[in-house]
Nanobody
Framework: QVQLVESGGGYVQAGGSLRLSCAAPGVTFSTYVMGWFRQAPGKEREFVAAISWNGGSTYYADSVKGRFTISRDNAKNTMYLQMNSLKPEDTAVYYC??????????????????WGQGTQVTVSS
């Protein structure tokens, strides 16, 4: 398992932007597919985005496509989620996750075996 630490959540008005970070200290970061998930109150955790080991391939949930951008910097052992044009329905706790392998198209959270503690994102209308 990998230790993951998220940061960057907060409160923003609709239409605003936030950038989340996920750090993975002390591991060979480039061997992991990385992903973002979110969980809104009363709802199940859902897939947001994933990125391949070298950042060359990305995959997004339809609900965030065109508004969110996932990226990674392997030299810094850090992954990012740039969130633009935020909507109230984006309000959730956002989690970063890691899995070994090369498939970035898994959207089920049981395919990931390392998780961060979560960071709250609140978007007001």
């Amino acid at each position: 398992q990998v230790q993951l630490v998220e940061s960057g959540g907060g409160y923003v008005q609709a239409g605003g932007s936030l950038r989340l970070s996920c750090a993975a200290p002390g591991v060979t970061f480039s061997t992991y597919v990385m992903g973002w998930f979110r969980q809104a109150p009363g709802k199940e955790r859902e897939f947001v985005a994933a990125i391949s080991w070298n950042g060359g391939s990305t995959y997004y949930a339809d609900s965030v496509k065109g508004r969110f951008t996932i990226s990674r910097d392997n030299a810094k052992n850090t992954m990012y989620l740039q969130m633009n044009s935020l909507k109230p329905e984006d309000t959730a706790v956002y989690y970063c996750a890691a899995r070994r392998g090369s498939n970035i198209y898994y959207t089920s959270d049981d395919k990931y075996n390392s998780w961060g503690q979560g960071t709250q994102v609140t978007v007001s209308s």
